[in-house]
């Protein structure tokens, strides 16, 4: 039962990974003008984008120093997020699988 919900997590956290990768993009395409926040659909999408996200960017914006229109809270999520996926997650199923049955 909790190698089924190890596994669900990876594939959340993977969901999220890519969620944050699509933001990114959105905000560099918003950067340099190629599209705008006019249009119904851009303004839908990143409304969106930004309400799923914000929860996880607001406490590490807390903890990480203002560095201005650089914004590291993205970079940071996504660090945290690798970390779980490869060290945490793995290092949980292995004790899982290899735990002796009592």
Known sequence: MLVVLLQIAS???NVVWWIII???ILSWLLAFNVINLYND???????????MTEPL???????LPDF?????SP?????????????????????LTTAPVI
Do not use: E, F, S
């Open 11 to 13: 594939v959340l956290l």
């Open 68 to 72: 201005g229109a650089l914004d590291l």
């Open 75 to 95: 970079l940071v999520v996504l660090l945290i997020i690798y970390i779980i996926r490869m060290i945490l997650i793995p290092n949980l199923y292995d004790a």
């Open 57 to 63: 960017y607001r406490p590490i914006r807390r903890i």
């Open 41 to 51: 659909t851009v303004r839908a999408v990143w409304t969106a984008l930004q309400k």
């Open 22 to 24: 699509v933001q990114a």
